[in-house]
């Protein structure tokens, strides 16, 4: 059987390039802009650079001024669309255009494999706190709105018996984080977030202002926004979270130096799980071929030629639902040196969960 399948796959050449981004959050390279704006080809193609990038001043970058002034060549198609709110345009731009405008100026991508967010979201009015829990709750509509357009992928509590009896109101505001961790337990988020709203009084002027805490690497880090109203609120929460996340996650393409990386999979049993864990590679931005190099009793070891740095690999590989992480280095510098020191060690080992 292992014999066949290694024919069958030397036979295909088992080499494929990048296609199009797919993963956790859809329609990366895709705008909405109003239609009636003179500019919307220019707005689309800001919109996709915020989301691509992460970073919400892009439009300050001097080297892109240019481009926005020529977004057209960046637009593959488009469509209007009749809203009662106003008719607008939905743009599809060229990734691959895009990516490499990006990587010209040494702009981190943020591919479409992002970590899955979970919020638990308190509400203080009039000195009473509550958890905001209903999905049609206008602060909880402009949240999934404005993460959706930062392409921040939510997870929403189910905020029922089990989470009410390992978490209060109290937890979330203070930041206990060990009654956090624990009710976020079952949720199996990447990364876990304590938001807190409530209204204050700045120069005379009454605005909404909502505070967050997450913990990464044993650190907690706390941030807060302010605004005049709760869908500007939510719009710079989420541009905010994004620039933090993108910072961590987003990967230079250098186009130089193409690195050579290999990726041991386990749990592949038949050719089908082979291809479908190197379509799962090839959505990786940086990653421009994926070839079979071994294939051992279900676990095969995948050859890569990326343009990003194998922490940044790693990384991505992370948010990944059909991937789980076994073994990587506990320092990635002495992967990197590995990787140089010898001509191509397993950087990591992963399972293949089967749908």
């Given amino acids: 059987m292992i ?3 290694w024919r069958v796959l030397a036979a295909m050449g088992v080499v494929m390039s990048v296609a199009a981004n797919a ?13 009636d704006s003179a500019q919307w080809q220019r707005d ?4 996709v650079l915020v989301r691509v990038t992460g970073k919400a001043d892009i439009a300050t970058e001097p080297a892109l001024a240019s481009e926005l002034k020529q977004a057209s060549g960046y637009i593959k198609q488009y469509e209007a669309i009749r809203h009662a709110q106003g008719n607008q345009m939905k743009v599809l731009l060229d990734a691959t255009k895009v990516n490499r405008l990006l990587q010209q100026n040494n702009i981190g991508i943020w591919g479409a494999l992002r970590p899955d967010i979970l919020v638990w979201f308190v509400q203080q009015d009039n000195g009473n706190r509550s958890f905001v829990r209903r999905s049609d709750d206008g602060l909880n509509a402009v949240m999934r709105q404005a993460f959706q357009q930062a392409g921040l992928p939510l997870i929403s509590p189910l905020y029922d018996m089990d989470d009410l009896l390992n978490l209060s109101e109290t937890d979330v505001w203070a930041g206990f984080w060990q009654s956090i961790s624990k009710a976020s337990a079952r949720y199996n988020a990447d990364v876990i977030l304590s938001v807190t709203t409530d209204k204050v009084v700045q120069d005379n002027e009454s605005l909404y202002r909502l505070s967050w805490q997450r913990q990464d690497d044993g650190r907690t880090y706390r941030d807060e926004v ?3 109203d709760e869908t500007s609120l939510m719009q710079r929460f989420a541009a905010v979270l994004a620039g933090q996340l993108a910072e961590r996650y987003a990967s230079v393409m250098t186009g130089q ?13 038949s050719l089908a799980d082979v291809v479908q864990v190197q379509k799962l590679l090839q959505q990786v931005v940086g990653i421009s071929e994926v070839t079979v190099s071994r294939f051992d009793l279900g676990t095969v070891h995948y050859r890569l030629q990326s343009d990003v740095s194998a922490e940044s690999l790693i990384n991505a590989l992370r948010f990944n639902p059909k991937l789980r992480i076994v073994l990587a280095s506990n320092n990635m510098a002495e992967s990197v040196a590995a990787v140089n020191a010898v001509s191509v060690p397993v950087l990591a080992t992963f399972e293949y969960l089967r749908p």
Avoid: M
């Fill in 257 to 269: 130096n193409s690195a050579e990386y290999v990726l041991q999979v386990q749990q592949l049993n």
């Fill in 23 to 35: 993963g956790q959050v859809a329609d990366l390279y895709q705008a909405n802009v109003a239609a």
């Fill in 226 to 228: 302010t605004a005049i």
């Fill in 44 to 47: 689309a193609l800001l919109q």
């Fill in 3 to 5: 014999d066949r399948i």
